[in-house]
C-alpha cells in the first residue's frame, strides 16, 4: 500500500531525478500516472500531501450516480487495453458479471471513487502524505518535497480544486454553515432543523433530495432549496452537445478569441452544471409524495431564481437575505438553522510554483497553456510545466470534466515522448467555416 498510513515503500529504489513528476494525485494525474504505468524509460513519481486518496468524500451521497459513461475512466478512451480501466477493476474485483446483471442506467459514484482508490493504491508511482514544497529550475527542474529533494525534466500539475462560497458566506463557515464538500459529515446533524440548501446545479439537487428522502426521525424540519438560475434545469446530454467533449472540439475551443471562448462556456454550461433528468424525476416525485401522500405540506420550499445577497446570526440561526433576479426590490428573508453551501469548486492554490511562478505565463486568472497543456513559459521547450484541469477558460467546460481525461493525460504522454498519437475521427460537427476553396464552400 503505497500511503503512509500503511505499509512505507522503500525511496532507495527510485532513482532521484525522474522524467515526470506529478503533484496532486486525483483523477487527472492519476489518469497520466496510469497511462505512464510500466513504460520503459520514463521514470516517473506523483506525490500528493493527503495520507490517502480521496475523490468528493464529503459529498458520496448513497444512491449518487455519475453523470457521465462509464468509459470515461482514466484510461479506456485513449488506451482501452489498459489495466487501469474500470473495466479493469471490476474483473480484478471478481464482480464484473454482477456489475453487468445490475443493470445500472449511470455508474454509482461511490463505486467509480472506490475504482479510482484501486488504481492509486496498486501503481507503485503514486505516493500519499508527501507535499510538494517548492519547484525550482535551473536545467532541469528542483523539486522541495516534505521528505527530500529530487530533480525531473518535466512537472505536471493536478492540484485539483477546493471549495467555493460567495461573498455572503465568507467567513462564516464553520459549524452550522458549510460547503457541500463536508455534506456527509454534518448531514446527521440536521434533523428536526430548518435547512437552506444554496445552489441549483447536481450537489444541491442531491443535497435537497437526501433531505426530503430521509424517514420520519431524520427528517428536517424544513428544507429550501435557493438557486440564482431561473429553474432547476437538467444537463443537456444529448448526442449532439455531447459533441462539446470531444477532442476536436477542444482543439477547436482553444483557437478561439479570448471573449468568444468566455461567452460559449457561459451559454452552454448547463451541458456540464446541469442536473441529471433522474434526480430531477425524483425530486419532483419525492415532493408529490411528502406534500400529497403524507401531509407534509411544510416541509420544503422551493425558490428558484433567485440571489442570496446577505446572510447574518439570527437567534443562534442565520437570517439569509434573498433578492429576485426579475424584481431585485423583491426581498426575502429566509430564516434557517444551517446553511450547506452547493456552490461549486475552484482550482486550488499553486503556491508550490512560487519560485518559478514570474516566468510562467496567465490569461485572466490562469496559467496560459499551450496546445499540449504545456504552461507558456520562457524556458527550453523540452522542460515543461503542464496543468491538468486548470484551463477552462481555453480548453472549454469539458477540461475539468472526466470526458476528456484520458485523451489530455494522452496528450501530455507523447509530448513527454515526443511522438503524435493516433487520434480519434473529429467529430460530425463541421465547428468551423472553411476556407472558399474547401470542401464546403465549393459551389
Keep these: ?31 497520466l500516472a496510469s497511462l505512464l504505468y510500466g513504460r520503459p524509460g520514463v521514470p516517473n513519481l506523483f506525490l500528493d500531501r493527503k495520507d490517502r486518496f480521496g475523490w468528493h468524500d464529503g459529498q458520496q451521497i448513497p444512491g449518487a450516480k ?51 482508490e484501486w488504481a492509486s493504491r496498486i501503481n507503485e508511482n503514486v505516493t500519499f502524505g508527501e507535499e510538494v514544497l517548492g519547484v525550482e529550475f535551473q536545467d532541469v527542474f528542483t523539486v522541495h518535497t516534505s521528505d527530500r529533494v529530487v530533480t525531473a525534466d518535466n512537472v505536471v500539475v493536478g492540484v485539483g480544486t477546493q471549495p467555493w462560497v460567495p461573498e455572503p458566506a465568507r467567513g462564516k463557515l464553520g459549524g452550522t454553515q458549510f460547503h457541500v464538500a463536508d455534506y456527509v459529515a454534518k448531514s446527521r446533524e440536521l434533523a428536526g432543523k430548518r ?25 428536517p424540519r424544513r428544507a429550501t432549496w435557493i438557486s440564482r438560475r431561473r429553474n432547476y434545469f437538467p444537463i443537456d446530454d444529448s448526442p449532439f452537445t455531447n459533441e462539446y467533449y470531444m477532442p476536436s472540439y477542444s482543439d477547436y475551443f482553444f483557437e478561439l478569441e479570448r471573449s468568444t471562448r468566455i461567452a460559449l462556456n457561459a451559454q452552454h454550461v448547463l451541458t456540464s452544471d446541469g442536473i441529471s433528468e433522474s434526480t430531477l424525476r425524483e425530486i419532483y416525485q419525492r ?22 445577497t446577505d446572510v447574518r446570526a439570527d437567534r443562534g440561526g442565520w437570517d439569509l437575505t434573498v433578492t429576485g433576479n426579475d424584481d431585485p426590490g423583491l426581498v426575502e428573508h429566509v430564516e434557517v438553522d444551517h446553511v450547506v453551501w452547493a456552490t461549486g469548486f475552484r482550482s486550488a492554490a499553486t503556491d508550490f510554483l512560487a519560485p518559478v511562478e514570474h516566468r510562467l505565463a496567465r490569461e485572466g486568472d490562469e496559467y496560459r497553456v499551450d496546445r499540449d497543456f504545456a504552461i507558456e513559459w520562457d524556458g527550453p521547450r523540452n522542460r515543461s510545466v503542464f496543468l491538468q484541469n486548470g484551463a477552462r477558460g481555453q480548453r472549454g467546460l469539458a477540461d475539468p470534466n472526466l470526458s476528456l481525461m484520458a485523451w489530455r493525460s494522452q ?33
Excluded at 474483473?91 to 475504482?115: L, M, T, W
Excluded at 415532493?287 to 442570496?308: I, K, M, Q, T
Design 1 to 31: 500500500m503505497n500511503s503512509r498510513s500503511g505499509i512505507s515503500r522503500s525511496h532507495g529504489s527510485r532513482p532521484e531525478h525522474y522524467r515526470c513528476l506529478g503533484v496532486g494525485v486525483g483523477p487527472a494525474n492519476l489518469s
Design 195 to 219: 435547512v437552506a440548501v444554496v445552489g441549483g446545479g447536481q450537489s444541491g439537487a442531491e443535497v435537497f433530495l437526501d433531505l426530503i428522502s430521509r424517514p420520519p426521525a431524520e427528517l
Design 287 to 308: 415532493c408529490y409524495a411528502r406534500r400529497f401522500v403524507d401531509g407534509s405540506p411544510d416541509l420544503f420550499a422551493l425558490l428558484p431564481n433567485r440571489n442570496v
Design 411 to 443: 496528450r501530455i504522454l507523447d509530448r513527454l515522448l515526443g511522438v503524435h498519437s493516433n487520434e480519434q475521427l473529429d467529430s460530425f460537427i463541421g465547428w468551423s467555416a472553411k476556407h472558399p476553396t474547401g470542401e464546403f464552400g465549393r459551389a
Design 66 to 116: 455519475l453523470q457521465v459513461s462509464l468509459l470515461k475512466d482514466l484510461v479506456t478512451l485513449s488506451d482501452p487495453t489498459n489495466r487501469f480501466s474500470f473495466l479493469s477493476y471490476l474483473h480484478k474485483q471478481g464482480r464484473i458479471y454482477h456489475f453487468v446483471n445490475a443493470q445500472f442506467d449511470s455508474v454509482p459514484r461511490q463505486e467509480f471513487r472506490n475504482y479510482l
